[in-house]
T-cell receptor, first 111, second 114 residues
Framework: GENVEQHPSTLSVQEGDSAVIKCTYS??????FPWYKQELGKRPQLIIDIRSNVGEKKDQRIAVTLNKTAKHFSLHITETQPEDSAVYFCAASSGNTPLVFGKGTRLSVIA | NAGVMQNPRHLVRRRGQEARLRCSPMKGHSHVYWYRQLPEEGLKFMVY????????ESGMPKERFSAEFPKEGPSILRIQQVVRGDSAAYFC????????????FGPGTRLTVL
C-alpha cells in the first residue's frame, strides 16, 4: 500500500522567511496530493492540493510542486507570518485508495 | 452553509463502556470518511461510507469498531468495550465524491478512556 514520508518533523523560521516542507510517496499510481493545515485543537483545513497532470500550483503565498518521476512533492510558504504557525500534513491518494497522510510538520514562525 | 458537524466534541468513557460518535456531512455531500489521530501523529484512515453503504473499511479494527451512515441522520462510529488505547481524536470528513474529491473535515471528537 501507499506510504507517505514527510520532512522535517519540526521547522522554525523567522517571520518573513520562506518555509519548505517535503513529502515522498511510494505508490506510482497516486495522482492526488492535498496539503492540510491544523492549528492546535482545531480541524485539519485544506490549504492547497495538486493533481498529477500539473507540476506546480500557486495560491498567493503558498505553492506546491510535484515531481512524479522522483515521487515527491513539496509545500512552499513565502513571506511567512506568525499565523502560519501550525502543523502541516501532506497526503496522497490514487483515486481508488484512501488518503494516506504524512506524520506532519510543526511549523513555528518567530516574530 | 454549515460545514461538517461532529458531536460530541469531547467524550469520556470508562473501560468497557461504549462510545458513539456522530458526524453530519456538509450539505450536498454523500461521502463520509472517518479518521483517527493519535497525539503527535498524522491522520489514519478508518472507514469510508456512502449513504447506507460501507465502501471501504480497510483501516478499521476488526473487533469492537463499527460504522454506519443511514439513509436519514448522521454517520455514526461506534466503539464497543472501549480500552485505554482507543483514546484519540476522531475526525470525520465529507466530500461530494470519491477519494480524490476535496475532503472537508469536522472539528473532531476527543475520546478519553479512563
Amino acid at each position: 500500500g501507499e506510504n507517505v514520508e514527510q520532512h522535517p518533523s519540526t521547522l522554525s523560521v523567522q517571520e518573513g522567511d520562506s518555509a519548505v516542507i517535503k513529502c515522498t510517496y511510494s505508490d506510482s499510481a497516486s495522482n492526488y496530493f492535498p496539503w492540510y493545515k491544523q492549528e492546535l485543537g482545531k480541524r485539519p483545513q485544506l490549504i492547497i492540493d495538486i493533481r498529477s497532470n500539473v507540476g506546480e500550483k500557486k495560491d498567493q503565498r503558498i505553492a506546491v510542486t510535484l515531481n512524479k518521476t522522483a515521487k515527491h512533492f513539496s509545500l512552499h510558504i513565502t513571506e511567512t507570518q506568525p499565523e502560519d504557525s501550525a502543523v502541516y500534513f501532506c497526503a496522497a491518494s490514487s483515486g481508488n485508495t484512501p488518503l494516506v497522510f504524512g506524520k506532519g510538520t510543526r511549523l513555528s514562525v518567530i516574530a | 452553509n454549515a460545514g461538517v458537524m461532529q458531536n460530541p466534541r469531547h467524550l469520556v468513557r470508562r473501560r468497557g463502556q461504549e462510545a458513539r460518535l456522530r458526524c453530519s456531512p456538509m450539505k450536498g455531500h454523500s461521502h463520509v470518511y472517518w479518521y483517527r489521530q493519535l497525539p503527535e501523529e498524522g491522520l489514519k484512515f478508518m472507514v469510508y461510507l456512502q449513504k447506507e453503504n460501507i465502501i471501504d473499511e480497510s483501516g478499521m479494527p476488526k473487533e469492537r469498531f463499527s460504522a454506519e451512515f443511514p439513509k436519514e441522520g448522521p454517520s455514526i462510529l461506534r466503539i464497543q468495550q472501549v480500552v485505554r488505547g482507543d483514546s484519540a481524536a476522531y475526525f470525520c470528513a465529507s466530500s461530494p465524491g470519491q477519494y480524490t474529491d476535496t475532503q472537508y473535515f469536522g472539528p473532531g471528537t476527543r475520546l478519553t478512556v479512563l
